[in-house]
């Protein structure tokens, strides 16, 4: 289970230094039914990017660096669950003035939770609380005229764009093992609605779950891609010694070598992908699979921006968003190889499409990965459908949230 900072007023677009704004947040679950219970305090910071001057940098990379003094106000806020909610009007330091732009980012203050002599001052939260990054602010320079004298007059509307952005964002760390392919520093990038809004625009707890675990050196379906690479070597090998086997001895010499078939593509399907977060992961984790992520209309715009804003961990552009309706009808598809659910069940009035969604793009080889968590009884009615026509096993479980794979019987047993 995760909580989420979410901003009920979000940022600027645009903001003067050391003229006001005001920003709301409050701590809910995923789905915003419930509030964080305890207080604690959070950090409110200013993150400016830079070119990243390392060598082999593109123009993509760039190296974030924390302002401490970028809010002149301070960093500390409290948050008070009697209330829900934190109102806070925010300046800009004139320290900010040499940059063209930069980002908010909230998170839990983990200075109350250091240790004293080995002994933890204050008990950390059970749940982890994920930080909320605010889109880029435009800065432009203070008035001329700007003086202490009137640093506490009312908000020069001319110079304050007071439009609130509808987006936050949010960032994973890939584990070690990747990061030496893309880079140390590198992290997953995905934006969400800022507050309530679409759900389908939203990121759920299953999908944070997943991602995290997915990525990992050690997950299922690392070790499921690492069996089948050497299943396919194996194969390979038996080619090319047969081959070699029936070329005779003037065969031998020919320039023509013996061929090995072309590697079909290995296609994983994601479905009420949201806001692509774990297709965007397991492209990244496993630039040898081929990921197609779908949703209704709603969540496509979205979805594609943050496929777009990954494209540094995407260099082969293994990854595609796409429309899928379950409920679309005499469906003709092939089956592919992997399926990728994350929290798809809470809504019992769409079982029967989204089964028969999966079923008809599996076989028996198609591994089904579905990402759950316990919301309500109803959801229960989804899997004793599926155990007609699927073996089902729990391959990892954190608090409330279990991700199963799901295998096809055979036509046989399952009709």
């Known amino acids: 289970m995760y909580y989420y900072i979410r901003l009920l007023k979000n940022t600027p ?3 003067v230094i050391q003229e006001p704004f005001k920003m709301v947040f409050t701590i809910t679950t995923d789905l915003t039914e419930k509030f964080y219970e305890s207080p604690c305090k959070l950090r409110c910071q200013t993150v400016v990017r830079t070119p990243s001057t390392a060598p ?11 302002m401490p003094q970028g809010l002149s106000q301070g960093y500390s806020l409290d948050y008070d669950p009697k209330i829900g909610y934190c109102s806070v009007d925010l300046r800009m330091a004139p320290c900010m003035t040499i940059y063209d732009e930069c980002q908010i980012v ?9 240790t004293n002599g080995g002994k933890t001052l204050i008990a950390p939260p059970e749940y982890e609380i994920l930080p909320a990054w605010s889109l880029p602010i435009h800065l432009k320079p203070a008035p001329l005229n700007f003086s202490k004298k009137t640093k506490h007059r009312k908000v020069n509307k001319k110079y304050l764009i007071d439009t609130r952005q509808d987006l936050v964002e949010r960032y994973f760390k890939l584990p070690p093992h990747l990061t030496g392919v893309h880079g140390p520093g590198r992290s997953l990038l ?11 625009r ?13 990525m990992l050196a050690d997950s ?7 069996e089948t690479k050497q299943q396919e070597q194996g194969k390979e090998s038996k080619v090319l010694e047969a081959s070699m086997a029936d070329m005779s001895v003037s065969d031998s010499t020919s320039a023509t070598a013996p061929s090995i078939p072309a590697r079909p593509k290995r296609v994983c399907l994601e479905l009420g992908a949201g806001t692509g977060l774990v297709g965007i992961a397991v492209a990244a984790a496993f630039p040898e699979l081929t990921v197609l992520s779908t949703d209704l209309d709603e969540a496509l715009a979205l979805m594609q921006q943050n496929v777009d804003a990954n494209k540094a961990l995407l260099p082969t ?5 796409g429309f899928l309706d379950w409920a679309e009808k005499d469906r003709q598809v092939e089956p592919v190889e992997i399926l990728l659910l994350a929290d798809v069940v809470y809504n019992d009035l769409s079982h029967e499409f989204l089964l028969q969604t999966v ?4 076989d028996e080889r198609t591994k089904v990965l579905l990402g759950y968590k316990f919301r309500h009884e109803a959801e229960q009615q989804f899997f004793e459908r599926a155990k007609h026509h699927f073996e089902i096993e729990i391959v990892h479980e954190q608090d409330t949230m279990q991700l199963f794979v799901l295998t096809r019987k055979p036509a046989s047993s399952s009709a």
């Open 56 to 66: 082999g940098a593109t123009a993509d990379d760039t190296i974030m660096t924390v």
């Open 220 to 226: 299922w379906l690392s070790k499921y891609m690492k």
């Open 202 to 214: 939203h990121i759920w707890d299953s999908g944070v779950f997943m991602t995290k675990y997915l």
């Open 190 to 200: 995905v934006r969400e609605d800022a507050n309530e809004g679409f759900m389908a």
């Open 13 to 15: 677009l645009e903001a």
């Open 317 to 321: 552009n293994n990854m595609q968003v």
């Open 359 to 362: 079923l008809d793009y599996s």
């Open 106 to 114: 909230l998170s839990l203050d983990p200075a109350p939770y250091t």
